[in-house]
């Protein structure tokens, strides 16, 4: 929506592991555009046909996100095109941000809010304005014990390569830029990120559903499993769960009910 019409003429390209890239799609439309969007192989079939279904462009390459997101940082180098960073982009992470405003105006009162930690852009975006509207809310972030990249690299200051593995949060796995603005943006407004093992993730997704008849995805419930994991450090104050994406798989969501 920031983009000028010569630039959206040039082309836009993007990566996504599902949710950004269906609002990808839905801003291509009100702009009368076309994006296209690298997936890596291991994306979940269905969310696959959902991305397809929103009108994007969809290139699989690669094994992992990572791999999908390199890719189409090449190709729109190559090709003169716009890249969008899925959260390495001020613009991208302010409209993430949007969470926490609607959350201050919501509950005001609030003293603690959990956010899905991959990429960072949503939890240190609504965590930028939370603490701008509050500096005494506390901001925890919540990632996969097999994907730690942005955990291990607020701890050692730099980003991290590391090798990860799958994880039922699959769209909070995998690598992250380099020279991403969200590691210090999580430095400055995260006060801490916690790692959740996939046995507390399948728990959250379960506990959504069954008391709340919510179906959630893995990623989605991380702020769940967070608050499930250090919830006697916070009885008795009013706390935020970002609940963000519901795009999970059928034969799995049935398989960890069951």
């Known amino acids: 929506m920031s983009l000028t019409e010569e630039e959206l003429n040039k082309g836009v390209v993007s990566a996504s592991t599902g949710n950004f890239a269906l609002a990808l799609g839905e801003a291509a439309k009100l702009r009368s555009c076309e994006v296209t969007v690298y997936v890596a192989k291991n994306i979940e079939p269905s969310r696959l046909e959902l991305i397809k279904a929103h009108g994007v462009n969809v290139v699989v390459y690669g094994e992992e996100a990572w791999d999908a997101e390199k890719r189409a940082r090449e190709v729109a180098e190559q090709e003169g ?15 993430q941000g949007t969470c926490g405003l609607e959350i201050s105006k919501q509950l005001p009162e609030v003293q603690v809010a959990f956010f899905a930690v991959g990429g960072a852009g949503l939890c240190c975006g609504s965590g930028g304005w939370l603490k701008s509207f509050n500096p005494d809310i506390e901001i925890i972030g919540v990632s996969p014990e097999r994907s730690p990249v942005m955990y291990e690299s607020v701890k050692a200051n730099k980003i991290i390569e590391m090798e990860t593995f799958p994880t039922l949060a699959d769209t909070c796995a995998g690598g992250v830029d380099p020279d991403t603005i969200t590691l210090e943006l999580c430095q400055k407004y995260v006060d801490e990120i916690i790692l959740l093992t996939e046995k507390e993730i399948e728990d959250s997704i379960r506990l959504l559903f069954e008391h709340h008849r919510l179906v959630v995805e893995g ?18 104050k009013k706390v935020v769960l970002g609940i ?15």
């Open 81 to 95: 095109k716009i890249y969008v960073s899925p959260y390495n982009d001020p613009v991208v992470v302010g409209g």
């Open 244 to 258: 963000c994406g519901r795009n999970i798989g059928l034969d799995l969501f049935k398989q960890i009910i069951a």
């Open 219 to 236: 990623s989605g419930v991380l702020s769940v499993g967070g608050l499930l994991k250090l919830k006697d450090s916070f009885k008795g």
